[in-house]
């Protein structure tokens, strides 16, 4: 690299910069304690561990997003971690001695080996809460009211759409119906890229009743309003109870959530399989008109600490704060400093007092800028301490 581009960054990646570094730090610190308030307790996993422990259970599209490392005392493969969830779910199962419920919440950088969309960051900035010991409504009820309360604290106005899926729909049906391997692969791929088209060709081909075949052309079009719901249980809702039950899931979930937030726009999509390998139960996810990607996501992921030695029920969610920092219509306040004189020009008086006021000031939330021999006072700096009358004063800068 010459000295003319070392300053570059990899694509992707960005530094954050004075004032936006302080105002997403502002909004971590409101999220941590709306969790906190919530009942969340607060961890912080290592940002590199093993990859037979950081993946495992995960399925493909983690590892592909992970960078791989060799530890140099062991020889062994390590991974910077690109997914906080798989790290807090090994705290449940393994580093907390806890049988009933456990709630955790994160804040953490995290790194991709390339972006999840255009729109994406290589180092998201994630936060999240996951709920451990509950399987039921109730819980995907809760972290959902929490991921919604989440987009209003950090300031985001703009109208919210809750997409809310299962992935019991797709795996029921592909187990009542004698899918093969080979063709449920290949479907799984297409109704991941919505490829409508391609859908009916691969279905029209496969070796499988009409019926059958007419349930898997309808799955992927059945997105839309609450309405799409009861077209699915007259299309299928007879194919095994693991659908009908999933079905009746989302409609008594979407209906406490519209009672709580009756200003979100509820949408579902019946053929959405996001983290299909390690989801058991909904999926969601919080979308905006302003960003084209989802803003926040999540779902139930049951015995995912089962590798670990427990097995427990899990729901969860998260969202990289910078992007809801981008989003956020909190107003970034400009800085309104103290500025402090030079401390050469003063006398021991006027030092020692000088000491004891700045740091009485700054316990009381003052932001003061010393300024220092032999150059310029800082710009930011609207006041000024001066001596007057045998005391510092703050007056209007100059």
Not at 273 to 299: S, W
């Amino acid at each position: 690299m010459s000295r003319a581009n070392r300053w570059l960054l990899p694509d992707g990646v960005k530094e954050v910069l004075p004032p936006e570094a302080a105002r997403i730090e502002g909004l971590r610190r409101t999220v941590v304690d709306l969790y906190q308030a919530w009942g969340y307790d607060l961890v912080m996993p290592p940002l590199i561990e093993y990859i037979d422990s950081l993946l495992i259970g995960t399925g493909d599209d983690l590892d592909l997003a992970t960078f791989k490392v060799i530890d140099q005392k062991t020889g062994r493969t390590m991974g910077i971690r690109a997914d906080i969830t798989p790290q807090v779910a090994r705290i449940d199962a393994h580093s907390i001695d806890c049988d009933g419920i456990n709630r955790l919440c994160y804040s953490n950088t995290v790194l991709h080996t390339s972006a999840a969309n255009p729109l994406a960051s290589r180092s998201p900035l994630q936060v999240g809460a996951e709920l451990y010991g509950h399987a039921g409504i109730d819980s995907d009820l809760e972290v959902i009211s929490l991921m919604l309360e989440t987009l209003t604290s950090v300031g985001i106005k703009h109208p919210i759409t809750l997409d809310l899926g299962h992935v019991s729909i797709y795996r029921g049906l592909v187990s009542a119906l004698g899918l093969a391997d080979d063709d449920e692969r290949e479907l799984f791929n297409l109704l991941q890229s919505k490829a409508v088209a391609d859908i009916d060709a691969l279905v029209s081909a496969m070796d499988l009743t009409d019926e059958a075949k007419a349930i898997f052309s309808q799955l992927p079009r059945l997105y839309g309003e609450a309405s799409v719901l009861d077209k699915a249980g007259q299309l299928f809702g007879h194919v095994c109870q693991e659908v009908t039950d999933a079905i009746e899931y989302l409609r008594s979930l979407a209906k406490a959530v519209s009672e709580r937030f009756p200003q979100v726009t509820l949408y579902f999509d019946l053929a959405e399989l996001r983290g299909y390998e390690y989801h058991t139960g909904v999926v969601f996810a919080a979308l905006t008109p302003a960003f084209g990607q989802a803003i926040a996501k999540g779902g139930r992921y049951d015995d995912i600490g089962k590798v670990f030695g427990r097995a427990r029920p899990a729901t969860g969610f998260s969202a990289d704060l910078k992007v809801l920092s981008e989003l956020s219509e909190v107003l970034c306040i400009e800085s309104d400093a103290i500025a402090m004189p030079v401390e050469a020009t003063l006398t021991n008086e006027q030092r020692q007092s000088l000491w004891q006021v700045q740091s009485e000031l700054r316990l009381e939330g003052e932001r003061l800028v010393a300024q220092l021999a032999h150059s310029a006072a800082s710009k930011e700096c609207s006041r000024q301490l001066v001596w007057q009358n045998n005391a510092w004063k703050i007056v209007p800068a100059e």
